[in-house]
């Protein structure tokens, strides 16, 4: 299977609408924004502002064909975000929904993940949550995270399995959550998701991503240190400071 991960792009607003849909589940989104739930949120993912704008939005396509999405946004900009989508389901169900604060400053916020069912089990949520993740640490994010709820056990163990840790509890539309976040590994180049290749000569140092990433492998950037590769069209592996042009 051949996966890439992109940045979202206005024309993929009914596939972002899906991914939310999804995310929240038939009931809770009929309770966020009334019945015609995935029309406004397809048109809310075409704004330039909101929180499920396609801005940030990533989109997982599997041998050419949408395999899923992951939507995500600095928790520091959360009123910012909710003021413009809370005021367009005002004007289109005459309700504004009353939400907990799901995030706060101080964490990049994976808001709502959803992997087609023709994809699942082959590894694509947790790709998009790490691109994500990584796309965020290297915009400077010391933290990022994410709501679970308390009855999913098994989707708690997978994000504990890539450095989720509870943090606290939060309740998310009358349901328990647990909030979790990943700290940001100060040793970027080595943690568990790249792997050094080579060391000749001894001024440069090559770095892949290990196999699961190992897609389509392109030469980034050379310094004057390191020379760093990355499977084409994933998102921002290697730091800014180390990498010209990217």
């Given at each position: 299977?051949?996966?890439?991960?992109?940045?979202?792009?206005?024309?993929?607003?009914?596939?972002?609408?899906?991914?939310?849909?999804?995310?929240?589940?038939?009931?809770?989104?009929?309770?966020?924004?009334?019945?015609?739930?995935?029309?406004?949120?397809?048109?809310?993912?075409?704004?330039?502002?909101?929180?499920?704008?396609?801005?940030?939005?990533?989109?997982?396509?599997?041998?050419g064909q949408v395999a899923g999405g992951l939507?995500?946004?600095?928790?520091?900009?959360?009123?910012?975000?909710?003021?413009?989508?809370?005021?367009?389901?005002?004007?289109?169900?005459?309700?504004?929904?009353?939400?907990?604060?799901?995030?706060?400053?101080?964490?990049?916020?994976?808001?709502?993940?959803?992997?087609?069912?023709?994809?699942?089990?082959?590894?694509?949520?947790?790709?998009?949550?790490?691109?994500?993740?990584?796309?965020?640490?290297?915009?400077?994010?010391?933290?990022?995270?994410?709501?679970?709820?308390?009855?999913?056990?098994?989707?708690?163990?997978?994000?504990?399995?890539?450095?989720?840790?509870?943090?606290?509890?939060?309740?998310?539309?009358?349901h328990q959550m647990w909030h979790m976040q990943?700290?940001?590994?100060?040793?970027?180049?080595?943690?568990?998701?790249?792997?050094?290749?080579?060391?000749?000569?001894?001024?440069?140092?090559?770095?892949?991503?290990?196999?699961?990433?190992?897609?389509?492998?392109?030469?980034?950037?050379?310094t004057r240190h390191k020379v760093f590769y990355?499977?084409?069209?994933?998102?921002?592996?290697?730091?800014?400071?180390?990498?010209?042009?990217?």
């Open positions: 299977m051949s996966l890439i991960i992109r940045q979202a792009i206005p024309s993929d607003a009914p596939i972002i609408a899906q991914v939310i849909g999804m995310g929240f589940g038939e009931d809770l989104l009929r309770q966020y924004c009334g019945s015609n739930g995935l029309a406004i949120m397809e048109s809310l993912a075409k704004m330039e502002v909101s929180q499920y704008s396609y801005h940030n939005a990533l989109i997982a396509e599997a041998d939507v995500g946004y600095d928790g520091a900009q959360l009123q910012l975000l909710r003021q413009p989508t809370l005021a367009y389901i005002e004007q289109q169900t005459g309700i504004v929904p009353q939400v907990a604060e799901e995030t706060e400053p101080g964490e990049f916020y994976l808001d709502s993940l959803a992997v087609f069912p023709k994809y699942r089990h082959q590894g694509i949520g947790t790709k998009l949550i790490l691109a994500m993740s990584n796309k965020a640490f290297n915009e400077g994010h010391q933290r990022v995270g994410l709501l679970v709820d308390t009855t999913n056990p098994h989707a708690e163990s997978l994000y504990t399995s890539l450095g989720f840790q509870r943090v606290n509890q939060k309740t998310l539309f009358n990943k700290k940001r590994n100060k040793d970027f180049f080595t943690s568990k998701h790249f792997k050094e290749i080579s060391a000749k000569p001894k001024s440069k140092t090559c770095y892949l991503l290990k196999h699961s990433f190992l897609t389509n492998m392109q030469k980034l950037t050379t990355r499977p084409t069209q994933y998102i921002l592996y290697p730091h800014k400071k180390y990498c010209d042009g990217i």
